[in-house]
C-alpha cells in the first residue's frame, strides 16, 4: 500500500530534483558558446603557469555547456595584481577565475593598503594542491638545521615582503636565526642564479611543488640542501625535514605561524569574484572537482612532477575565516615584525 506521506516524500524529491536540473541546465544555457578565463598572477613557464594551464586543459568538459577556457598571465605584486583584478574588475558572471599565490589572501589583513579585496567573500572554487615553502642553500658548510645558527646566512629575495624575506624575518625574530636578507632581485630565478655563483648562501620561500619540478636533481646529487621547511603541516615529499612548526614553544608563536603559513595548505587555488550565480558557482565546483581526479589530468599532471592533493572550498573558506578571526595583538606584532607598521 502506498502511503500519503510516501507520495509526499516522493514529490519532495522530484521537485528537488527538478530545481537542480533546471539550475544544471540555467548553468548549461549560459556557459555554452563562451569562454572561462583563468588569470594567473605570474609569467609563463611559471610552477603557477603550469598548473593552471593543465587545469585549464581539462576542466572545460566538464562545465555544463562546454565552454572554452583559456589562461591570461597577469604577474605582478608577488600574485596580487591578478586576485585584486579578479575580485575587484572582473564581472561576476562565472567567466573569470583567479589562480595566485595563497599568501595574497592575507595581504588585506596584513598590508591593508595593498590590498582591497577581502577573500571571505570570494566564490572558492578550490586548490590543487596543498605545500609548503623550504629554505634551500648552495653553501657547502650548510647541511642540517642546527647548521644555520652557526654563522650569519645571506639569502636573497625580491623585496622587503616576499616570501624568502618574510621567512628570513620570521626565522631571525622569534627563533634567533642570523639571516642577513639581500633583497632587489627581479625573480627567484635570479636569486637561485646568485646563489649557484655563490654570492648567496640560499634562498627561503621556495614551494616544495617548485623543489620538485625544478630543482630535484641538485638535490639527489648534493648540490643543494633543504634543512628547514615552512608550513602547518610537513609536506609529503619532505617528510623527513624538520618543520617551522616543530619550533613553535608557544601558543602565540604558533598563532603567528599559522597566519603566515595556513595559506600553504590551499597552495593553488582558483577563485572568483563575490557574487556568481549560485548555479554557475556549483557548476564550477563540480567541474574542478571531476578534472583534479580525471585520470587523464592526473597523468598529465604527473609526467610534469606537478602535486595534487585537492582542497575543496569549504575547508579553503574555513582555513580563510580562521586567520582572519585571529585576535588584533597578534596581527599588530605580525606586523611589527615584518616592518610593516606604516603600511
Given amino acids: 500500500m502506498i502511503r500519503l506521506r510516501d507520495l509526499g516524500f516522493a514529490a519532495a524529491v522530484c521537485a528537488a530534483t527538478s ?5 544544471a541546465q540555467d548553468a548549461a544555457d549560459f556557459f555554452r558558446g563562451k569562454v572561462v578565463r583563468i588569470v ?38 608577488g ?12 564581472a561576476p558572471d562565472g567567466l ?30 578550490g586548490s590543487v594542491s596543498d605545500d609548503t615553502t623550504a629554505c ?3 653553501a657547502k658548510d650548510i647541511k642540517t638545521i642546527d647548521d644555520l645558527k652557526k654563522r650569519d646566512i645571506v639569502i636573497g629575495a625580491t623585496g622587503s615582503t616576499g616570501g624568502s624575506a618574510i621567512d ?8 634567533g636565526y642570523r639571516f642577513r636578507i639581500v633583497t632587489g632581485y627581479r625573480g627567484m630565478f635570479e636569486v637561485r642564479l646568485a646563489a649557484e655563483r655563490g ?24 648540490k643543494i640542501v633543504i634543512p628547514l621547511q615552512l608550513g602547518i603541516r610537513r609536506n609529503p615529499d619532505l617528510r623527513d625535514v624538520p618543520n617551522i612548526s616543530d619550533l613553535a614553544k608557544s601558543d602565540d608563536e604558533r598563532d603567528i605561524i599559522r597566519v603566515l603559513y595556513a595559506p600553504l595548505s590551499y597552495m593553488r587555488p582558483v577563485m572568483g ?21 580525471d585520470p587523464v589530468f592526473l597523468d598529465e599532471m604527473a609526467k610534469q612532477r606537478l602535486d595534487v592533493r585537492p582542497v575543496s572550498h569549504g575547508d579553503i573558506l574555513a582555513t580563510v575565516n580562521a586567520i582572519y578571526a585571529t585576535p588584533a595583538p597578534t596581527i599588530a606584532r605580525i606586523r611589527n615584525l615584518l616592518g610593516l607598521e606604516d603600511r
Fill in 136 to 138: 634551500a642553500f648552495w
Fill in 19 to 23: 530545481v537542480q536540473g533546471a539550475a
Fill in 40 to 77: 594567473v598572477g605570474y609569467p609563463p613557464g611559471s610552477t603557477f603557469d603550469l598548473y593552471a594551464r593543465t587545469l585549464g586543459r581539462h576542466m572545460g568538459q566538464y562545465i555544463p555547456g562546454a565552454p572554452g577556457v583559456i589562461v591570461q598571465n597577469m604577474p605582478g605584486a
Fill in 168 to 175: 628570513g624575518k620570521i626565522l631571525n625574530t622569534i627563533f
Fill in 273 to 293: 569574484p563575490e557574487g556568481i550565480p549560485a548555479d554557475r558557482a556549483q557548476a564550477l565546483r563540480a567541474a574542478f572537482d571531476e578534472a583534479v581526479r
Fill in 199 to 222: 654570492e648567496l648562501d640560499g634562498q627561503c620561500g621556495l614551494p616544495g611543488s617548485t623543489i620538485k619540478v625544478d630543482l630535484q636533481q641538485q638535490v639527489s646529487d648534493g
Fill in 96 to 125: 573569470t577565475l583567479a589562480l595566485s599565490n595563497p599568501q595574497s589572501t592575507t595581504t588585506p589583513l596584513l598590508e591593508p593598503k595593498s590590498a582591497n579585496y577581502d577573500p571571505r567573500t570570494f566564490t572558492w572554487i
Fill in 79 to 90: 600574485g596580487i595584481n591578478a586576485v585584486s583584478y579578479a575580485a575587484k574588475v572582473a
